[in-house]
């Protein structure tokens, strides 16, 4: 059985009643009997946009995490109602660019074939709930965030109460010291740890990128586990009374928090939490164990004697070993490894997958990683549970299909928004960024030497693309009719976040990349052994980063 | 006041199409009318209304062109982008054509 979670029969109604509803709006637009007006909002509400070139439609993956037969239907979608690809986002969805309105009705017939659907990925609503990708498998994990995440999914999916909050809403969820899942830039960051032996919650609020980036503050350090929802309803409350109606653009819950102070949110929140606590919203420990049942691990084998194949073959094959190095990680179960796949081959399209792509994922992940696939927020994918034996045959299955670049978390491995040849709401283009920086910097050994690098590139300062929590931050803007790229350092989405500062005077498309290369210079001059990039600049300051830049200019 | 052309999406299928002189909405912006002055461009929108009544687009609005050569080009990034597609392709094509 795959570690998913997986629909009763009161899902599936409401996927399909939703498909059966959403194609009777279809038609009655495509009839004249709904204007565009009044069929817009009920498009968006199943994740259809209207972009530069046609709909693009977004399709939900809960807490990233998709079966073999999953991915296989997403490939066919690509194949049958888009050009052949995909487009993997920071949310751990997937988004396709190319989609047909008349079209979608049979497309969501198709998704909700294999449970999967649109639904709140658009709207001002609780979005798709999004976990630590490598949840489940990781050795420094205390337990496997998607069981919360999944209990949150389960309350939020169409709360009568939270379907018109003032802004749209983005939730988060960890379950171990290390933050994959940038907590403090959502709008909701919730941290399993323990005390005493008990699980229990860190509840941070207020964290958000787009036109004005926060940092979430600490509301909670210890939410005991049985009190998560009805804490969660409380902070919504709040917000939904109290966040700001008026002004689009102060209405996400980070202004809300910033305005009143951490502390006197947090002291409405309590108040609120006071009536509602001893109510229906308790988490009984029958429930988490009821879903967690959903998330068992898969019947890994006793591998008590390490299948060592793989470092022999390391041993005598540099590019194996490399790609061991940097594309695997330490799994909880021994015997077993995470493989990191990598969306960003040198050049590529950061996000992108083919229809046979996706396909070749899932016959790998059938063999080898119990029918399970990941989405990561920095636009990967993950093989979550790979025998060590099995790693060789693996990098050389991933390697036929271009997806065994060993760069993941080095310099070329960018986050990059689908900016202007795709968004309709893009300043600049921000992909064709993304693919000179990563060809500019593609010399391996050299990335190595660079060490964990995050450059990430939005279109606009709607920051889609994660530029304020990039070591290296890309931002496109336009002025008078041209691109223009300003720079931030020193932004970091870990459990240490900060915000990037705007470094200098912008760059034009062909400097920002100079820019970027002289940046890994200095950065190499002025390190200490072993230091990387970001504990560097928090040593240094911007200055010498600027010198460099903006010197004898 | 600049040369203007009236661009829309297609209702059906989302994709850019611009308004030309036969009245038809099409993919080309080479072939879409041009409008040389206000009363011009106001008739353009005119027609475009008619057409989403008549449910073949949505969201049509002027875009600015230059028509030099008598057939438009877009003028700015943006236009030009929607008007021949992404800058970048897609990773099975291939990146030399
Ligand atoms: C197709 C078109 C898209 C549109 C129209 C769009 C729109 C927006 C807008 C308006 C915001 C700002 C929200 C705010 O500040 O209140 C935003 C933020 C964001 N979007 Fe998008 N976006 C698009 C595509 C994407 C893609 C492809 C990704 C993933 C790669 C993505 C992920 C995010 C993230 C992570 C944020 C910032 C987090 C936050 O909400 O504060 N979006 N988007
Ligand atoms: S950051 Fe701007 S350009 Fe990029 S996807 Fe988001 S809205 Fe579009």
């Given at each position: 059985?795959?570690?998913?979670?997986?629909?009763?029969?009161?899902?599936?109604?409401?996927?399909?009643?939703?498909?059966?509803?959403?194609?009777?709006?279809?038609?009655?637009?495509?009839?004249?009997?709904?204007?565009?007006?009044?069929?817009?909002?009920?498009?968006?509400?199943?994740?259809?946009?209207?972009?530069?070139?046609?709909?693009?439609?977004?399709?939900?993956?809960?807490?990233?995490?998709?079966?073999?037969?999953?991915?296989?239907?997403?490939?066919?979608?690509?194949?049958?109602?888009?050009?052949?690809?995909?487009?993997?986002?920071?949310?751990?969805?997937?988004?396709?660019?190319?989609?047909?309105?008349?079209?979608?009705?049979?497309?969501?017939?198709?998704?909700?074939?294999?449970?999967?659907?649109?639904?709140?990925?658009?709207?001002?609503?609780?979005?798709?709930?999004?976990?630590?990708?490598?949840?489940?498998?990781?050795?420094?994990?205390?337990?496997?965030?998607?069981?919360?995440?999944?209990?949150?999914?389960?309350?939020?999916?169409?709360?009568?109460?939270?379907?018109?909050?003032?802004?749209?809403?983005?939730?988060?969820?960890?379950?171990?010291?290390?933050?994959?899942?940038?907590?403090?830039?959502?709008?909701?960051?919730?941290?399993?740890?323990?005390?005493?032996?008990?699980?229990?919650?860190?509840?941070?609020?207020?964290?958000?990128?787009?036109?004005?980036?926060?940092?979430?503050?600490?509301?909670?350090?210890?939410?005991?586990?049985?009190?998560?929802?009805?804490?969660?309803?409380?902070?919504?409350?709040?917000?939904?009374?109290?966040?700001?109606?008026?002004?689009?653009?102060?209405?996400?819950?980070?202004?809300?928090?910033?305005?009143?102070?951490?502390?006197?949110?947090?002291?409405?929140?309590?108040?609120?939490?006071?009536?509602?606590?001893?109510?229906?919203?308790?988490?009984?420990?029958?429930?988490?164990?009821?879903?967690?049942?959903?998330?068992?691990?898969?019947?890994?084998?006793?591998?008590?004697?390490?299948?060592?194949?793989?470092?022999?073959?390391?041993?005598?094959?540099p590019a194996?070993a490399r790609w061991l190095r940097i594309n695997?990680?330490?799994?909880?179960?021994?015997?077993?490894?995470?493989?990191d796949?990598s969306l960003k081959p040198v050049g590529g399209?950061p996000?992108?997958?083919?229809?046979?792509?996706?396909?070749?994922?899932?016959?790998?992940?059938?063999?080898?990683?119990?029918?399970?696939?990941?989405?990561?927020?920095t636009?990967n994918?993950?093989?979550?549970?790979?025998?060590?034996?099995?790693?060789?045959?693996?990098?050389?299955?991933?390697?036929?299909?271009?997806?065994a670049t060993p760069n993941v978390g080095l310099a070329s491995d960018i986050i990059?928004?689908?900016?202007?040849?795709?968004?309709?709401?893009?300043?600049?283009?921000?992909?064709?960024?993304a693919q000179a920086i990563s060809t500019r910097l593609a010399d391996l050994d050299a990335q190595e030497d660079l060490g964990v690098l995050g450059i990430k590139?939005?279109?606009?300062?709607?920051?889609?693309?994660?530029?304020?929590?990039g070591h290296i931050?890309?931002?496109?803007?336009?002025?008078?009719?041209?691109?223009?790229?300003?720079?931030?350092?020193?932004?970091?989405?870990?459990?240490?976040?900060?915000?990037?500062?705007?470094?200098?005077?912008?760059?034009?498309?062909?400097?920002?990349v100079?820019?970027v290369e002289k940046i890994t210079v200095a950065y190499r001059?002025?390190r200490?052994?072993g230091?990387a990039f970001i504990?560097?600049?928090?040593?240094?300051?911007?200055?010498?980063?600027?010198?460099?830049?903006?010197?004898?200019? | 006041?600049?040369?203007?052309?009236?661009?829309?999406?297609?209702?059906?299928?989302?994709?850019?199409?611009?308004?030309?002189?036969?009245?038809?909405?099409?993919?080309?912006?080479?072939?879409?009318?041009?409008?040389?002055?206000?009363?011009?461009?106001?008739?353009?929108?005119?027609?475009?209304?008619?057409?989403?009544?008549?449910?073949?687009?949505?969201?049509?609005?002027?875009?600015?062109?230059?028509?030099?050569?008598?057939?438009?080009?877009?003028?700015?990034?943006?236009?030009?982008?929607?008007?021949?597609?992404?800058?970048?392709?897609?990773?099975?094509?291939?990146?030399?054509?």
């Amino acid at each position: 059985m795959v570690a998913i979670y997986h629909y009763d029969d009161a899902d599936r109604t409401l996927v399909r009643e939703r498909v059966a509803q959403f194609r009777d709006q279809v038609d009655r637009r495509l009839s004249g009997a709904l204007t565009e007006e009044e069929f817009r909002p009920l498009r968006l509400m199943n994740g259809l946009y209207l972009q530069l070139h046609a709909y693009m439609l977004r399709v939900a993956i809960p807490y990233g995490t998709v079966s073999a037969d999953q991915m296989r239907v997403l490939a066919a979608i690509a194949r049958r109602y888009d050009r052949d690809y995909g487009h993997f986002t920071t949310r751990q969805n997937i988004q396709f660019n190319w989609i047909k309105l008349e079209e979608t009705p049979d497309l969501l017939h198709d998704l909700a074939q294999v449970d999967m659907h649109a639904i709140q990925t658009s709207g001002n609503v609780i979005r798709n709930v999004t976990a630590d990708h490598y949840a489940g498998a990781a050795a420094d994990e205390l337990d496997d965030s998607r069981i919360y995440a999944e209990i949150i999914r389960q309350w939020s999916t169409l709360h009568p109460e939270f379907s018109f909050l003032p802004r749209k809403f983005k939730i988060a969820v960890t379950a171990s010291a290390t933050d994959r899942a940038a907590l403090k830039v959502h709008d909701i960051g919730v941290r399993l740890h323990e005390r005493d032996g008990a699980p229990g919650f860190e509840v941070m609020v207020g964290g958000g990128q787009g036109r004005t980036p926060m940092i979430a503050k600490t509301i909670r350090d210890f939410l005991p586990e049985h009190d998560l929802l009805s804490y969660l309803e409380a902070i919504l409350r709040v917000y939904n009374r109290q966040g700001r109606r008026d002004n689009k653009y102060k209405a996400r819950i980070k202004i809300l928090v910033h305005d009143l102070g951490a502390a006197a949110f947090a002291a409405k929140v309590e108040a609120e939490w006071a009536e509602i606590k001893d109510g229906p919203l308790g988490l009984p420990e029958a429930e988490v164990a009821r879903i967690r049942h959903h998330f068992q691990p898969p019947a890994f084998r006793d591998l008590d004697a390490p299948n060592s194949l793989h470092v022999a073959k390391a041993r005598i094959d540099p590019a194996f070993a490399r790609w061991l190095r940097i594309n695997t990680h330490a799994h909880k179960q021994p015997g077993y490894a995470i493989v990191d796949v990598s969306l960003k081959p040198v050049g590529g399209i950061p996000g992108d997958a083919t229809a046979d792509q996706m396909d070749a994922l899932a016959d790998i992940a059938a063999q080898y990683s119990f029918d399970e696939i990941r989405v990561t927020h920095t636009q990967n994918l993950v093989l979550p549970h790979v025998e060590e034996g099995a790693l060789h045959a693996v990098w050389q299955a991933l390697g036929r299909h271009g997806l065994a670049t060993p760069n993941v978390g080095l310099a070329s491995d960018i986050i990059s928004c689908p900016g202007m040849d795709y968004c309709s709401l893009a300043t600049a283009r921000s992909i064709p960024i993304a693919q000179a920086i990563s060809t500019r910097l593609a010399d391996l050994d050299a990335q190595e030497d660079l060490g964990v690098l995050g450059i990430k590139i939005s279109g606009c300062i709607n920051a889609c693309g994660h530029h304020h929590v990039g070591h290296i931050g890309i931002l496109g803007l336009e002025k008078n009719g041209q691109e223009y790229y300003q720079l931030t350092l020193g932004g970091d989405p870990g459990a240490d976040a900060s915000l990037g500062e705007v470094i200098g005077k912008s760059f034009s498309a062909g400097g920002i990349v100079d820019a970027v290369e002289k940046i890994t210079v200095a950065y190499r001059a002025l390190r200490t052994p072993g230091e990387a990039f970001i504990d560097a600049y928090r040593r240094l300051g911007p200055a010498p980063f600027k010198e460099t830049l903006y010197a004898a200019a | 006041m600049t040369t203007q052309v009236v661009s829309a999406n297609r209702l059906d299928n989302g994709r850019v199409v611009y308004l030309a002189p036969s009245g038809q909405w099409i993919g080309a912006l080479s072939e879409a009318e041009v409008a040389h002055d206000a009363t011009a461009a106001e008739s353009l929108l005119h027609r475009a209304a008619t057409a989403i009544i008549d449910r073949l687009i949505v969201g049509p609005y002027l875009i600015s062109v230059t028509a030099a050569t008598g057939r438009p080009q877009a003028e700015r990034l943006r236009e030009q982008i929607r008007a021949t597609g992404p800058t970048v392709a897609p990773a099975h094509h291939d990146r030399a054509a």
